[in-house]
């Protein structure tokens, strides 16, 4: 079977600066895949070449959705990427902090959702409809992880974890295939990680989502990956299961011992 | 802050102003006898004014800087609370229309003719909050879609004898392509550059209409635009002029109906979500360019039939009437009502246009107290006079029956 997703030698350069060198990674549907790598290793602007942040220098990045053909994703814009089934969360939170909390995940909608602008002004009883069930799909996401309380509360109330989880959620609604996860535990206290542990296990199994994610949390990676890819200096070292990534001594060394105890 | 200090505070900055005030306020030159004069009473006066005035700004700062560590719920603005209240919408808005309809038949012709100006600018302000409140785009050449309708009405009229209520639809069609026109090219930048790219798009149109003598009559302008007719009908002067007050009224409240509904649309939330995170907002599956682009030209229509009423009033256009100060100046009404509240910006556009009006009778320190008006707005207000509108959304929704259900459904 076609992977879900097949970065083949993807290069990004900025200037003299080769952030990612020849990188190619591939992920199976139903995976949990996690990149790791010490910090400004490339992992972020992987994502970035993904989702059509960057326009990769050069190299492939192909998607199989499940029940559809093969395409490539490489120069498209990123809006074109998220209605193409990939959704990703950010390293820093970027929430819309204007809006409520049902609001946000409403916006994750947007590119599900068909009404133009004559339709917005008429409100025919199409466009009601949608909108209802709009903010009903969105309420039920927020539901789902868990932060129906909140519903109409403007975003930047929430607490931490709640922001994060709230970013999971925005991501949720349009409808994605493939979820790219950056550094989802970042800054949150042990509960809250076990929280997400239990989250993105919940999100693969009921949601049939293929995970990707950039974690620095070792005992988190090392629970939930089926695969992990690592990445120094832009090149990919290593891939392979928890085990043959603990034991490998690249990886050991790209993290001169520093984590090499949790690892 | 203990009072010792606030004491001392307030004498060095009425120190510092009566240094800064001194070669005006102290020194005269009396051209006459060649000499000159220190008034030192001037510069005692400054300084006791200063000081006491700087007193109560502090006062007034503090309380302000302690009401907001209070309390985060009932910062709702009062009028959005009052029109949340069921008991009170109803007579609330039921007074507010008969003082609007009453307005031309109590007050004298010129005081009309002041609110149809100011009318013509929550038009404006409520078509420019689109693309600063909402959408985040800062556009400093907004009256050149202003000019656009204006010179649309007049430039029809009198080569085509086309009717003001022929033109009225027309001309917003042709500020939405002149919006997706000039947009195109200049959506690409944001913030400061788009800010000043658009100020000269404002200006070049100016410009076009000053010297282009052949197309639009050059600095002369063009004149004996006529007022609109009722089915045929023309009104003498003064009921032409409540006539054009009750259509100004109908376009305002038709704006108001579009707007609000734009604003809580699929459209709308997209536009606010470009406004807080330009990368999130791409990353949720919206399109940037697409998203900017619409809230450029909506807010060109708006500001294209507001042309068309100030040419059907005034009767006379000439490029001086869309200098960079109106920009500037509807620019200040959305600011200072409050971006991206709708309510807000009605009230910024009828005490920005209407109290300079009423301070003629103190014309030589309008500016002045026009000017002091706005820094104290945006100190001790910095949301605007009635504040942001998601406050609202969010009630909305939560009042909405389609909500309750949706809360009830899941749980049973």
Redo the contacts between chains.
Sequence with gaps: MEPILDVKNLTMKFGGLKALDDVSIAIEKGQIAALIGPNGAGKTTFFNCITGIYDPTMGEVQITPPGKSTQSLRGLKPNYVTERGIARTFQNIRLFHGMTVLENVMIGRHCRLSSGIIKAMLRPPSQRDEEKQAVYDSYEILEKIGLEKYVNEMAVNLPYGAQRRLEIARAMATEPFLLLLDEPAAGMNPRETQELDDLILWLRDNENLTILLIEHDMKLVMSLSDQIHVVDYGKKIAEGSPEDIKANSDVIKAYLGEESDDA | MPIKQQLKQSLIIAFWFMILTFPIMVIKVNTIQNIIVFRWFNLLWVGILTFFASLVWNYFLRRTEDSKKKD?EDDTPLIHRLLQNDRFRKPFLGLLAAFFIAYPFIFPMYHTSIMISALVYVMLGLGLNIVVGLAGLLDLGYVAFYAVGAYAYALLNLHFGLSFWMVLPLSALLGTLFGVLLGYPVLRLRGDYLAIVTLGFGEIIRIVLENWDEFSNGPRGISDIPAPTFFGHQFNQDNTMIYIYFIVIALVLMTIF?VN??EN??????W??L???E??????????FKTKL?AFA?GATWAAMGGVIFAAKTSYINPMSFTIWESITILCVVVIGGM?SAIGVIAGALVLILLPEYLRAVAEYRMLVFGALQVIVMVFKPDGLIK?V?KV???Q??QEP??EK??HG?HT
């Design positions: 985060f579009f509904r734009l649309s699929k459209i709308g939330r997209a606010i979500a406004r807080d995170d990368i999130a907002c791409q990353a949720m599956g919206i399109d940037k619409t909506l991206g942001s998601r959304y969010t009630f929704t939560s389609q909500q949706i809360v899941t």
